[in-house]
């Protein structure tokens, strides 16, 4: 654990920092008679909200518990030290302390430190540092961090003036998971410069609560790193991140900046109008790379596209990234700090190091300022905190926010999207970045989430599978914040769609096929891969966008034959071996699959032909293993896709295609060569979908679900329980 935290993260220690913030708890500062008001320059005041609360049973910490031991860093307003912990369960441990003395901070500083801390504590991320505690006297305020004596960036390339392009590869693609991570909250960076990196932590100039198409016009940051929308202020948007990332990549591949004049204005009026000199030693992956970021039109600046970071993640300057291996830091770095004592700082500037600590009182700047700060302080959790038992008997719930707070003090719900038999989701909207989600609201009485959370937690950040923002247990109910899919279901605007060819259809199953087959190979089947559980992110109809959604009935394999037995019933969509209530592995997901591949290409399903069909009827086809392929679309469709279809759709599980077979199928791998005529659709969209919704009713009726108990309640528990032996008894 110190080797992935001495080697991953490198902290420049006069600027904050957040990570994944598991259990953390907010507190408020006590409250005093009267409104919060923060007294302006201009003379007016300004009430300053508290949205946060302090979790009972927490102490709030304050300067009396930290020993200072060195200097780390000082800024012209205030410093950072290393420091130990002298009390608390956390006795001993080392952190980085910031220290900001509010006299110094003018109104617009004081409001920056104010959302720093925020951002903190609302985001999570594994490239990101951890705040542990948060809190201010009269005169000062604290944010206590995680100390990362592997130093910053900046330094180790001041001493070998540049990367190779392995190492930058390594570290960008840690920046741009940080930052999209940051995005998708509505913050962007907008100072991102080697002082930050590796691990992103000067929030105090970030900008909180920006859609992806809105501007903000602040002019801050290092000129050197700006984007020319920055610059000029005419707006920027996220975007700018992008232009950032690039003059970091040329400064540690080349030891120089891309755009640096005489002075401030000078350099200012390189970035918007000179031109850029490409070294020609570098890669020509590379410089590909850099050119695409370096766009002055924002529009057209790689990653400022519907698909943002993906587009960035797919180019060749990244191909051998395993992305899901790196977010997960189970890839090697390409350089390791010197691990010494814990407490050594040879990695920092001994210029700080050789100062004697000193944290004086501050000066309270007025005496409203103390007001500003109202729900300043936060403690993190203990270990104790974090192993209270939930609520039920069940598999603990992982959350990834702050523990004491509640769904309802962070999102807002809004309409219905799906309701199911044991959950229902909504779309929900973010009361700080006002952006929108998606919420799957479980019951917990009714089955267990803990399996579902574990696989979105492991494999959500895979590009096309729901990615999971947070979770809040709440006693009975469990609440799964995800990303909102505002393209629809993938079979609804397939059938709607006007023009749809056999060779979209080739293109829409591979991107399917691909996730699927890197689930399985993970040890992970769907076992519920209806079209319903198919969706787009946006409205792009483009196949990169779709994502597999719904892992409430997915299992994570363990027997040793590789074999499920618990049976999950998806009308039309199932198995005939799970109708047989056999034991079935991951060829069961690619009888979904074949059954969506023949929807797409007939326009109807295989084996329900209209909502007046029986259960009886349905089951009937599908453990025959029969059904047309002759007749409508099938007699212009190619002869390959049927010949997928029948090894797809294969009712022994044992001859079934399994997801690698599919994705080297010829119908996959040559698709370039299939029909792009329209697919003639028969019969309206509302009756395909509405035979499809008639047979998951009849079915659902007809078929009663295992439900789920804690594991304490089988009978097998109870007969342990009962002939459980003392040590005197053995």
Known sequence: ALLLHVTHRFHLLNVPSYMWLNGHQIMDEPMEEGESFLHCDDGTYKEIPITHHVKEG????????????????????????????????????????????????????RVRTKMERDILVEVNHPFIVKLHYAFQTEGKLYLILDFLRGGDVFTRLSKEVMFTEED?????????LALDHLHNLGIYFNILTLFSCLLCTDFGLSKESVDADKKAYSFCGTVEYMAPEVVNRRGHTQSADWWSLGVLMFEMLTGTLPFQGKDRNETMNMILKAKL???????????????????????????????????????????????????????????????????????FDPEFTAKTPKDSPGIPPSANAHQLFKGFSFVAPTPMDENKSSPLNILPIVQMHGGSAKFSDLYE???????????????????????DYAVKIIDKSKRDPSEEIEILMRYGQHPNIITLKDVYDEGRYVYLVTELMKG????????????????????????????????????????????????????????????????????????????????????????????????????????SLGVLLYTMLAGYTPFANG?????????????????????????TVSDSS????????????????????????????????????????????????????????????KTSQPVLEPVAASSLAQRRSMKKLTSTDM
């Open 58 to 109: 927490c102490e709030k910490a304050d300067p009396s518990q930290f020993e200072l031991l060195k200097v780390l860093g000082q800024g012209s307003f205030g410093k950072v030290f290393l420091v130990r912990k002298i009390m608390g369960p956390d006795a001993g441990q080392l952190y980085a302390m910031k220290v900001l003395k509010k006299a110094s901070l003018k109104v617009r500083d």
């Open 168 to 176: 930058v590869k390594f570290y960008l693609a840690e920046l741009a």
């Open 642 to 701: 049927k010949d997928l279809l029948s090894h797809m759709l294969h009712v022994d599980p044992h001859q079934r295609y399994t997801a690698e077979q599919v994705l080297k199928h010829s119908w996959i791998t040559c698709r370039d060569t299939l029909p792009h005529f329209q697919l003639t659709r028969h019969e309206a969209p509302h009756l395909v979908k509405g035979a499809m919704a008639a047979t998951y009713s009849a079915l659902s009726q």
């Open 413 to 435: 719900l809004q309409e219905d999207i799906g309701v199911g038999s044991y959950s229902i989701c909504k779309r929900c909207v973010h009361r700080v970045s006002a952006m």
């Open 277 to 347: 000199g490409m070294p020609q030693f570098l890669s020509l992956e590379a410089q590909s790379l850099l050119r695409m970021l370096f766009k002055r039109n924002p529009a057209n600046r790689l990653g400022a596209g519907p698909d943002g970071v993906e587009e960035i993640k797919r180019h060749a300057f990244f191909s051998t990234i395993d992305w899901n291996k790196l977010y997960r830091r189970e890839l090697q770095p390409p350089f390791k700090p010197a691990a010494g004592k814990p407490d050594d700082t040879f990695c």
């Open 488 to 591: 629809g279901e993938l079979l609804d605007k397939i059938l709607r769609q006007k023009f749809f060819s056999e060779r979209e259809a080739s293109a829409v199953l591979y991107t399917i096929t691909k996730t699927v087959d890197y689930l399985h190979c993970q040890g992970v089947v769907h076992r519920d891969l209806k079209p319903s559980n198919i969706l787009y992110m946006d409205d792009s109809g483009n196949p990169d966008s779709i994502r597999i959604c719904d892992f409430g009935f997915a299992k994570q394999l363990r027997g040793g034959n590789g074999l499920l037995l618990t049976p999950c019933y998806t009308a039309n969509f199932v198995a005939p071996e799970v109708l047989m209530r056999q034991g079935y592995d991951a060829a069961c997901d690619i009888w």
């Open 611 to 635: 909502p007046n069909d029986t259960p009886e009827e349905i089951l009937l086809r599908i453990g025959s293993g029969k059904f047309s392929l002759t007749g409508g679309n099938w007699d």
